[in-house]
T-cell receptor, first 116, second 110 residues
Framework: GAVVSQHPSWVICKSGTSVKIECRSL??????MFWYRQFPKQSLMLMAT?????????EQGVEKDKFLINHASLTLSTLTVTSAHPEDSSFYIC????????????FGQGTRLTVV | DAKTTQPPSMDCAEGRAANLPCNHS???????VYWYRQIHSQGPQYIIH???NNETNEMASLIITEDRKSSTLILPHATLRDTAVYYC???????????FGQGTRLTINP
């Protein structure tokens, strides 16, 4: 299957700083990417849908000014957690699809964020 | 989006077939059934998907009932590496996003 790569795999940052997570589709062009967050022992929660060249669409309850998403190319989307707090510590996962009609989504390996 | 219901956990002996049920009684006629799994601390992995007919690939088989209100994912010869959380997802045809439920935590025992 297609490959989606996230970087970094894990990161530790201090409260108040910002952290950027990258999501790349390595062997296909992804017009749409998705960002999820997962807390321990919970399911994945969709945060936002990222469309190349346009503003991201955020799910209800997700602060767009705190979780900045940029999708500048067909192979790269970034999630920046701004002014991070300990409660932002979580597992962040991206996914990407090649087109819009019922193809499988491919997921990155996830990024473990710990805010201290 | 159609809601799915899965048992929270299941156990299966290594080498045996693992049968994971999913109820999706409110599924619409054009919605697909997708299965993903998530091994601890990794991103979800695509397994299989289908619309009406049963499907089989190198990983698993998907059996969808004739009324499409439920389905079963079959791992024919489970191994310890199949221990994971399995998610059954119903996906509208024009929607790209996948909305995850709570899934089934499958434990394969030696």
């Amino acid at each position: 299957g297609a490959v989606v790569s996230q970087h970094p795999s894990w990161v530790i940052c201090k409260s108040g700083t910002s952290v950027k997570i990258e999501c790349r589709s390595l062997d296909f062009q992804a017009t749409t990417m998705f960002w999820y967050r997962q807390f321990p022992k919970q399911s994945l929660m969709l945060m936002a849908t990222s469309n190349e060249g346009s503003k991201a669409t955020y799910e209800q309850g997700v602060e767009k000014d705190k979780f900045l998403i940029n999708h500048a190319s067909l192979t790269l989307s970034t999630l920046t957690v701004t002014s991070a707090h300990p409660e932002d510590s979580s597992f962040y996962i991206c996914s990407a699809t090649e087109d819009s009609m019922n193809t499988e989504a491919f997921f990155g390996q996830g990024t473990r964020l710990t805010v201290v | 989006d159609a809601k799915t219901t899965q048992p929270p956990s299941m156990d299966c002996a290594e080498g045996r077939a693992a049968n994971l049920p999913c109820n999706h009684s409110t599924i619409s006629g054009n919605e697909y059934v997708y299965w993903y799994r998530q091994i601890h601390s990794q991103g979800p992995q695509y397994i299989i998907h289908g619309l009406k007919n049963n499907e089989t690939n190198e990983m698993a088989s998907l059996i969808i009932t004739e009324d499409r209100k439920s389905s079963t994912l079959i791992l024919p010869h489970a191994t310890l590496r199949d221990t994971a959380v399995y998610y059954c997802i119903v996906r509208p045809p024009l929607a790209q996003k996948l909305v995850f439920g709570q899934g089934t935590r499958l434990t394969i025992n030696p």
